[in-house]
């Protein structure tokens, strides 16, 4: 089964010695379940007082160095492999270089 992009972002914590935070998971989930491109400022608005601002700006440049987002100036856009590590049998992902295994 091909891991899901919150899968991934939690194995890229992982491996930076990260753990997965209630607030860092509430920030992955709302900016994955975004379609459009957006502003940080954006997502610390829809979030409100559950997550604080640092925790939000350093959550996106977490997603963005793990592949999930991406930056264009000040927009982050969304998307960018995960739905190619949704896809993917086996492989490395192009974006992200990411090992990608099913089975």
């Known amino acids: 089964m091909p891991f899901t992009a919150l899968e991934h972002y939690g194995h890229f914590l992982q491996k930076q010695g990260r753990r997965m935070t209630c607030p860092r998971r509430l920030v992955a989930k709302t900016v994955i379940g975004l379609s459009a491109p957006f502003v940080a400022e954006s997502v610390v608005e829809l979030l409100g007082r559950k997550v604080g601002r640092a925790t939000v700006y350093r959550t996106l440049h977490e997603l963005t160095d793990a592949g999930l ?15 190619t590590h949704r896809t993917m049998i086996a492989g490395t992902c192009p974006w992200c270089g990411f090992n990608v295994f099913q089975g």
Not at 69 to 83: K, N, Q, S, W, Y
């Open 69 to 83: 987002i991406r930056t264009r100036g000040d927009l982050f856009v969304p998307g960018l492999c995960a739905e």
